[in-house]
């Protein structure tokens, strides 16, 4: 596909709004690095991967590269070069730009530390990236990279050790997690267990506290996007993975001449250790819980030609939680809840002029949400409207022409196009409860359903570099949306600046407006109050970074937010008379507030000695919110203070050694009391005013990580045994409170907990 | 999984795992001290007249002062029987989480020191710019009606205190009401009954807690299904016409209507010690180890959902 018909390709798409963009794919790319790369004698390395950025290749079997480039690279940035039996190395390109020499080092066997990537400092946005390596050896996380990342700066501590992406202190449904720019419903089993991907899956993960691309959206929080690992093309690999509580498996290789396959499944046993403890220890009923997950992704990547590449990823999650009434009987009554998700999609990738490239990726997802007994899994099967109608289905088109526009500029231009099939429908028990807090609804929600939404997002994004410098990236995103025939629109700019300050030294500033539209839970009446409007944040940021030397990266974010809108939702139960069913819905109602947030974020990253690496960092998040006419608030996830540290060390003979450790600010604890509420017959807690700020006690934590990798002939073998809380300290994380809220009682969070893992990776 | 669904299977597979129980020591049922057990303003429901909208008020603005209402208090000290206790009352609207005694949308009314406590009561006579100051201030005016928030402070001879908190509500004329289906009007009256039972130990309660349920839920066959398919909710046409004529969206709404039955006791115990009125069960007393003879004070507090209270008193004479 050439230039031209791609600009009409896109042009078709996206109408007017982009012939600017289209049209002007051409111009200069930046000059290409070139060099060698070989080990300490002197030998080629073949195959190595040379990172730059956003561009990649490999050398040659005489290890000689070429890495083209769109543009010219800032000061400061950073040439990663990664091969099989060396350790990566990382260096900050200087001055000269050709016939480079990259001398790699033999891989050290004797551990699977923690390897500190530098920060990749996109063209404008606060972004921090971790790889695969540095993920899953950080200790405390069970090699679980998504948890890893919670301890960059940005990320509020999750309570109780759950796996929850709290960013900034806003509410969760703010932020929200991305594979490869798609947008999934959650990332750890059951909110507590593991992320739903293999770490091995993991190639990258991108996470932006705030001023995210314009390519996301829907957001007034943060975005973590997951970049799936595209399989190795040089012979097969694979790895086994077994711990306590699940096991895994990973294969990678290539499948004819251009095409690379990588697939990982995992499926936990937690039920089956539950029953053989319950046996063992001869406890009755301690089985009246089984938890049961599982999750795969697969990618297959295909280059039909140069300049071109297919690829087609499937991702998917299954939870699976069943209460048994009886375990000892057979015929016990089971209620079960399920959540399962499953998305595919694909790319295609298509160079369409010197530094352009076409994207097309339409995917689509399903979502299943419910939680039935075993009778109503049996009306629900004799009923003739019950198949599909606890799913959301998702479809999505996105479409992005990237290409340099002039000598400075290189452009990017989007649109995504998402359809969301109606009908999440909660099958639920009736559980009457005698008592209810807010003294109204006192049973569950029995049947919640969404509407039809179907959403329309262009945007662009343009990135200016100059020789002195200096980058500019604005950007604007709109996102038009429809929900039952009733019409939301947002139109959102953006800007970052960069400046290079002094060799290795870079200020940034960014600010821009971030929407969330109402969507399914818009309501006909509540739309005509002019108060009830999407969600917005403005997001303001100013930093620094300093790039020490090629081990060491500083950076230091200010950052400021503000929200308003209509974004939760609360529900009562409500009659539609048009459907004339008889049956009662869930009625969501919006609640409308505002926050405002500000806080500090500072990271150091370096490996000081040629064994020891790691990083600290600090955030300070001030989070308020309020309804009208209150008074402002602490946020629940205002933790104020948040220092973490994690560093690792390789020992010789195959033995590493890592330790993290948390101090943060306990979150707020308001309530100072009870009030009788007669409606209910039960207490209501109350508030104490903000300005008391009373907060859980202060929280801190140290994990411990030790692993001994035996390396083999055929494959390496990890051992490791992971030590959350080492010292068993006991953590405030909520207070129990009597039945009026006068006296409480501290809960406890996680005591000390081994978990203990063994990693097979064939080579 | 949605994040309720996650609570409850998170807070299960945690009961489950750490075997948590509740700690008898807190037992909600046994009085131990000052307490209010019960609150409600009769009538809980008015209809006021409504005017024209203003620049203030888009929709239209309460033209009357509501008719004049009773805050009646069941209080119990079982430590101090008779004495003076001080009581104040606030109004605000119930979206707030409290009534702020020093803001201006807060509505402080008279304060009393009862001489006699368990029955308590105090007037309250709203403005209409009570009200309008409310609905200027209320999100969702659209609905032709006013959740008012109804707080009671406590002063206990010891110096300690306790609160509580009901909602009265107050509709303009365009809604349709529930009155006119026999709800409002039929709040359960106010009363307080001494009675004496003489029980064998351990003996089941159940015919005078029927009496309730059966009062309760008149209701059409279909509407008796559906209570038992989502756990005492009754229907109530709720669809309302604006002031400009327009008529919103006509729909029946699902009130709950659920009354709780709470069960206190001074000694002895309850199972269980609060359930919804139409469970046919009733409750089981057991009276206090070596109490034979002595008598002991059981209390039965009715809620509805809409602010409806009523209560009984019993004395409870155990037979050897």
């Not at chain 1, 507590?192 to 993960?205: C, T, Y």
């Not at chain 1, 203070?641 to 450790?661: C, D, E, M, Q």
């Not at chain 2, 039929?186 to 029927?210: K, M, S, Y």
């Amino acid at each position: 596909m050439n230039r031209a018909r791609a600009a009409t390709l896109l042009g078709c798409i996206v109408g007017a709004a982009l012939p600017a963009a289209a049209s002007a794919v051409e111009g200069q790319a930046g000059a290409p690095l070139t060099g060698r790369v070989s080990d300490a004698s002197g030998a080629p390395v073949a195959g190595a991967r040379v990172v730059c950025g956003e561009a990649s290749t490999w050398a040659d079997a005489e290890g000689v590269f070429a890495l083209g480039l769109s543009e010219t690279p800032p000061p400061g940035a950073t040439l990663r070069v990664e091969a099989k039996g060396y350790e990566p190395l990382i260096v900050a390109l200087g001055a000269a730009r050709t016939d480079l020499t990259l001398v790699l080092s033999p891989a050290r066997a004797e551990g699977a530390g923690v390897t500190v990537s530098g920060k990749r400092a996109a063209a404008g946005q606060t972004r921090h990236s971790l790889d695969r390596e540095t993920l899953r050896g950080v200790a405390g996380t069970g090699g679980d990279p998504l948890r890893a990342l919670t301890l960059m700066p940005g990320f509020s501590r999750s309570p109780y050790g759950a796996g929850r992406l709290i960013v900034r202190g806003a509410r969760e449904n703010s932020s929200a997690v991305f594979v490869d720019g798609m947008r999934v419903p959650h990332v750890f089993h059951f909110g507590l267990g593991p992320s739903v991907f293999a770490p091995d899956m993991i190639d990258r993960i991108d996470f932006y506290p705030g001023n995210y691309p314009a390519r996301y959206g829907q957001l007034t929080g943060g975005v973590i996007d997951v970049a799936l690992r595209p399989g190795e093309a040089d012979h097969w690999q694979g790895a086994v993975d077994v711990d306590l509580a699940d096991a895994g498996g990973f294969a990678q290789g290539p499948v004819g001449e251009a095409t690379v396959v990588a697939v990982s499944v995992r499926r936990s046993y937690v039920d089956g250790v539950l029953n053989a403890g319950a046996n063992w220890f001869e406890i009755e009923d301690a089985t009246n819980v089984v938890p049961v997950y599982w999750d795969y992704q697969a990618r297959v990547d295909h280059t039909p030609k140069a300049g071109s590449r297919l690829s087609l990823m499937v991702v998917g999650s299954r939870d699976d939680l069943t209460f048994l009434e009886d375990p000892s009987s057979p015929d016990t009554e089971r209620l079960t809840a399920t959540s399962h998700w499953d998305r595919i999609k694909a790319t295609y990738e298509q160079r369409v002029g010197p530094g352009a490239t076409l994207t097309i990726s339409p995917s689509l997802g399903v979502d299943t949400t419910n939680m039935v007994s075993d009778e109503e899994l049996e009306d629900a099967a004799a009923s003739e409207d019950s198949s599909d109608d606890d799913r959301r289905q998702e479809a999505t088109l996105r479409v992005e022409l990237t290409g340099p526009l002039t000598a400075e500029w290189r452009g990017l231009a989007g649109l995504e196009l998402v359809s969301r099939a109606p009908g999440v429908r909660l099958v639920t028990p009736s559980v009457p409860q005698a008592r209810s807090g807010d003294g109204g609804f006192s049973g569950r929600v029995p049947d919640a359903e969404q509407r039809a939404l179907v959403l329309a997002s262009p945007y662009l994004e343009a990135t200016g570099r100059w020789p002195f410098g200096l980058s500019v990236v604005p950007a604007v995103r709109a996102d038009v949306a429809s929900v039952d025939g009733t019409r939301d629109l947002s139109f959102d700019p953006r800007v970052t600046v960069r400046q290079s300050l002094s060799p290795g030294l870079t200020g940034k500033l960014a600010l821009g407006r971030y929407s969330q539209i109402l969507g399914t839970l818009r309501r006909e009446a509540l739309g005509e109050d002019p108060r009830v409007v999407p969600a917005r944040a403005w997001h303001y940021g100013a930093g620094l970074e300093w790039q020490a030397n090629a081990a060491t990266t500083v950076t230091s974010d200010l950052w400021l937010s503000r929200r308003v809108g209509s974004g939760r939702a609360r529900w009562t139960l409500a009659v539609d008379e048009a459907a004339d069913d008889g049956a009662a819905r869930g009625e969501p109602q919006m609640v409308y507030g505002q926050t405002r947030a500000y806080g500090w974020e500072f990271l150091l990253k370096t490996a000081p000695a040629a064994r020891v690496s790691g990083w600290l960092s600090y955030s300070l998040a001030r989070v308020e919110q309020r309804r009208p006419g209150d008074a402002w608030q602490r946020a629940p996830f205002d933790g104020t203070h948040r220092l973490t540290t994690v560093w690792n060390t390789r020992l010789p003979a195959g033995w590493g050694v890592g330790v993290s450790g948390t101090l943060a600010s306990g979150y707020p604890a308001p309530i100072e009391g009870g009030v009788f509420d007669a409606r209910a017959g039960a207490y209501t807690p109350l508030r104490a005013p903000a300005e008391a700020d009373r907060r859980l006690p202060m929280y801190h934590q140290v994990d411990l990580r030790v692993e001994k990798t035996w390396t083999g002939e055929v494959a390496d073998t990890v051992g490791y045994l992971d030590l959350i809380n080492v010292g068993n300290v006991s953590n405030t994380e909520g207070w129990d409170w009597d039945y009026r809220y006068a006296a409480p009682r501290p809960i406890r969070g996680v005591p000390v907990f081994p978990a203990l893992g063994l990693q097979v990776r064939f080579k | 999984m949605s994040a309720p669904w996650l609570a409850l299977g998170v807070g299960l597979l945690l009961g489950v795992m750490c075997g948590c129980a509740p700690d008898p020591e807190l037992d909600a049922s046994v009085i131990k001290d000052l307490r209010v057990l019960g609150l409600a303003v009769e009538r809980p429901g008015e209809v006021v007249a409504v005017g024209p909208p203003d620049d203030t008020h888009p929709l239209y603005v309460f033209a009357d002062d509501p008719p004049p209402t009773t805050l009646t208090a069941l209080v119990v000290d079982p430590r101090a029987p008779a004495g003076p206790l001080r009581v104040s009352a606030r109004m605000c609207l119930a979206e707030h989480e409290t009534c702020d005694p020093g803001a201006a949308n807060t509505v402080s009314l008279a304060e009393d020191a009862p001489a006699v406590p368990e029955i308590i009561a105090l007037p309250v006579q709203l403005r209409a710019a009570h009200l309008n100051a409310w609905l200027a201030e209320e999100y969702w005016h659209g609905y032709d009606r006013l959740f008012v928030r109804v707080e009671l402070t406590v002063a206990g001879l010891n110096g300690e205190r306790v609160h509580a908190q009901t909602v009265v509500t107050y509709y303009g004329p365009t809604f349709v009401r529930r009155a006119d289906r026999g709800a409002v009007d039929e709040r359960l009256p106010l009363t307080n009954p001494t009675d004496l039972r003489v029980l064998q130990r351990g003996a089941t309660v159940a015919e005078a807690i029927n009496v309730l349920a059966d009062r309760s839920f008149a209701l059409a066959p279909g509407q008796m299904l559906l209570m038992q398919l989502l756990g005492n909710y009754v229907f109530a046409d709720v669809s309302y016409t604006l002031p400009t004529g327009d008529q919103k969206y006509p729909r029946r709404h699902l009130e709950s209507y659920a009354e709780i039955v709470s069960l206190y006791t001074v000694h002895g115990r309850v199972d269980p010690p609060a359930f919804v009125a139409t469970e046919p069960d009733g409750f089981r007393y057991t009276a206090p180890e070596r109490a034979e003879g002595l008598p002991d004070t059981l209390y039965i507090v009715v809620h509805d959902a809409l602010g409806g209270c009523a209560w009984a008193r019993w004395t409870m004479v155990n037979a050897p």
